[in-house]
């Protein structure tokens, strides 16, 4: 049991209503439905509707207080007001648990694209370290050897203070965590203790759920702008918006590029030619962290992954791994066995042709994949491309206009496009529109567009057009998440009838 008047003293209380002075709770709650006997409850205001609305329901399932942003007279428990109820949910939240971040080494990484490979990238390094790591992100969140599938990529800020809470109960030292710009603008990591915070690249995606380009990158560049002058802020230095926070931030800050070479770390002699990168990181600028001091020099890093994008995703990892002090030799080990995240330019046919399956989302992603294939070593270049459902005609327009883009420089005028019809939720239905537009931007390059309803027909045509050191690429996001599946299964059929 909490004393109440102990825990409010983490967040700053306005006004109350029925103060109770000796009165403990046993939880803290935000959703009615999991209230207990002797909880207090916060009234959170979500994107759906109004924690405020359920206050009475989670007084008569034991709620014996309130944190609310507007008191409810007509409910006869004690009420304390707060000017923001969620920023006051991850105050309560860190003191309840203990404020387990600061026990911990706490790496906060955030971008548009690879932030889920770079999470497990850094985790896989520290693992490879023999250290006792926790993750925090989209597919799962690790405690030690415990793996918990994730609702959110970052959960509600109770929840992530109790799953670090139990984190520093099983022995774990350091924790890699995926920070989205969703949760930093609905203050779920508010209370976090960063000790090191990587911003990689932006893009634009999650526009309608900030309103504009301008909220969504205020939202994502508060991790670096509110990280202390005791943490270190990594930022890549080949993307204007991660450069533009260079000066705007009191942590220290390392830098990495590819094509700026003005950064701490640089990546040159890079080798894209079988898909897979080979390259040179070298230390350009000398930097401390901790007792440890990094002094010019270079060293070799082979990845298993493949992708132009991997290279920065890794270049990124790296540089929070020499942070943290890890030795070169156990990098360089770590990232030429991890074997990567599912859908992220993964290799799964390698035979008489290639084919990569790749979560083709925003311009930004397009981007790094297509770039990968001026690198590459290859025939013909076979593109599969499943438009976006639901996302409406400017996602659409910009998505096609990125692809032409490639398809000019990659010499190729065709592509083979689905609307995936019987392999999406209603959520992610293509619309008329959406495949008009694309259509249109495809016919004003002088594309030839071979448009299928169905994933298995575009995937089929792909496969009977591919021929000895061809490269297929299967792109796209809801659209596109069998295709792995459905690709390997015509090529055991097509196997099977020779």
Known sequence: MTRLQELLQATAIMDTYQAAEDLTIGGIAYHSGKVKEGDLFVCITGYATDGHKYLRDAVAKGAVAAIVERV??????????????RIALAQLGSAYYG????????????????????????NAILEQHGLKTGLIGTVIIKIDDTKIPSELTTPESLDLQAYLAQMVERGVSHVSMEVSSAALESHRVETVDYDIVCFNNLSREHIDSHGTFDNYFAAKSSLIKGASEHSFAVLNLDDEFAASLVTETAAQVVTFGM?????????????????????????????????????????????RIPGLHSVYNSMAAITVALLCGIPVATIQEALRTFGGVERRFEFIHEDEFIIIDDHFANPGNIDVTLETMRYMDYEQ???????????????????AETIVKWLNRLETREIIATRSESHVNKNNTVSDEEADVFLEVMKEANIDVHLYRELPDAIASALSKAGRGDLILLAGCQGMDPGAEIAHKQLDELSNNR
């Open 381 to 399: 270049f076979h593109l599969v491309y499943a438009i976006r459902g639901n996302r409406g005609p400017v996602t659409n327009r910009e998505n």
């Open 259 to 303: 094509k700026s070479s003005e950064g701490t770390l640089h990546c040159k002699d890079l080798d894209l030619s079988t898909g897979r990168a080979k390259f040179t990181v070298e230390i350009k600028k000398p930097f401390k962290a901790g007792a440890i001091e990094y002094t010019p020099g270079e060293f070799r890093v082979d990845l």
């Open 72 to 85: 409810q007279d007509d409910i006869h428990v004690p009420q304390y007001v707060v000017p923001n109820s």
């Open 99 to 122: 404020h387990p971040s600061e026990k911990m080494k706490m790496i906060g990484i955030t971008a548009t694209n690879g932030k889920t490979t770079t999470t497990y990238m850094t």
